[in-house]
């Protein structure tokens, strides 16, 4: 097996931080083997490419990024009126 010129001096040489090799198809390859598009494939939940786990995992994340995403609820006004009026319980005897 004979090496291009530039990996025999590159592997000849010693070590030391020389240029990278430069990648070229060779044209006597020809065309690539095959020809790859990626394309968007849809399953339905039912199918077995899925197992019972990468539903749930899929279920619980999508539910914890709609609760990071949504607004927090307001205080309503009698919870606010509840906590300004609280007061520590009462300790000792109750008379009637």
Known sequence: MQLPPALHS???GGPGA???LPVER???AGAPPFRFAARR???PREHEFFEDGDV???LYLQDVLTQVTEAPESISAWWKAVQ???R???T???TW
Do not use: C, N, Q, Y
């Open 10 to 12: 590159r592997l000849a």
């Open 18 to 20: 020389a240029e990278p």
């Open 26 to 28: 060779d044209p006597a």
């Open 41 to 43: 494939v849809r399953f």
């Open 56 to 58: 749930l995992r899929h």
């Open 84 to 86: 300004r009026s609280s």
């Open 88 to 90: 520590p319980a009462k």
């Open 92 to 94: 000792g005897k109750i």
